[in-house]
């Protein structure tokens, strides 16, 4: 696998030879002080360029950056909405593992968009195209205080689509109350527990892209609990998983009322819960 420095040679040296690229800049994982560093860290790479139309029509210029295993086109997706005028990406694993994410943009979209981003770096401005950025920082990822209104919210989404999960199990519906569960009904959890680090560490963190980073600063058992609320295709163990997902988000929302002086609806927690245990009449 070639190393950081090799591969910034030749992401910095292609742009020094085409006087169609008037700057660079780098964010994602590599520019993040506090992501833990690996070699599966992408190189998420900005060209400001002129235009975007002959880097387009050359299918093969990305090639200079080592041999393709295999490459994905996201501008040309029928489902993705795309400005390829003003921007167009390449994303690239090569055969030695490592992986780019290439993305062309044009001065005036470069210009309008670098400063939202505080995890971007600028590597190469060749003719000073790009205004000052300032060092780089997850700033925009970090957790940031709920008010009553999204607390409330998120309690409300997560203990009334319950009834959805439990609906999906009782009629046998794996990949319906897998859907339920997942995208839905854990995201809420997912953000009460976001919150409850935020409290802990005075907004000063990002818990990561799909809260990864979250075990830091829960205990061992909250952790746990939270990795034990995954489960198969099995319903028995569907069910044991939303339970162990209930308790822990009851135990998170309580902690969080509390600790910011929240009101938590309980009636709509015991009679959510009552539902979904079979202790109303259905």
Excluded at 25 to 37: D, E
Excluded at 148 to 163: A, D, R, T
Aim: glycine letters at 4%; one cysteine or more.
């Amino acid at each position: 696998m070639r190393t950081e420095k090799e591969m910034l040679d030749i992401i910095l040296g292609t742009a020094r030879d085409d006087a169609r690229i008037h700057a660079v800049y780098m964010n994602g994982s590599r520019t993040n002080p506090n992501a833990p560093k690996d070699r599966f860290q992408d190189y998420d790479i900005v060209y400001v360029v002129d235009e975007t139309e002959s880097f387009i029509r050359d299918k093969g210029w990305v090639r200079r950056f080592g041999e393709i295993s295999f490459m994905q086109y996201p501008d040309e997706s029928p489902d993705y909405p795309s400005d390829k005028a003003s921007s167009y990406a390449w994303l690239m694993m090569f055969t030695d593992g490592n992986r780019l994410d290439l993305t062309v943009k044009t001065v005036a979209h470069a210009k309008k968009n670098v400063l939202e981003d505080s995890l971007c770096v600028v590597l190469l401005d060749k003719d000073g195209t790009l205004p000052p950025v300032p060092e780089s920082s997850d700033l925009i990822y970090r957790v940031k205080a709920p008010s009553q209104e999204q607390f409330s919210s998120s309690c409300n989404e997560f203990y009334w689509c319950l009834n959805n999960v439990a609906k999906g199990l009782w009629r046998g519906e794996v990949p319906y109350a897998q859907d339920m569960l997942n995208f839905v009904v854990r995201k809420q959890l997912e953000k009460l527990l976001s919150w409850k680090v935020g409290v802990l560490t005075s907004y000063s963190v990002s818990v990561g892209k799909s809260a990864k980073y979250m075990y830091r600063w829960l205990t061992a058992e909250e952790w746990q609990s939270y990795l034990d609320t995954y489960c198969g295709a099995d319903i028995p163990a569907m069910w044991q998983s939303v339970e162990t997902m209930c308790t822990l988000f009851l135990d998170t929302a309580r902690w969080l009322a509390g600790r910011c002086g929240f009101e938590f609806n309980q009636s709509e927690a015991d009679n959510s819960l009552a539902y979904i245990k079979g202790e109303l009449a259905i």
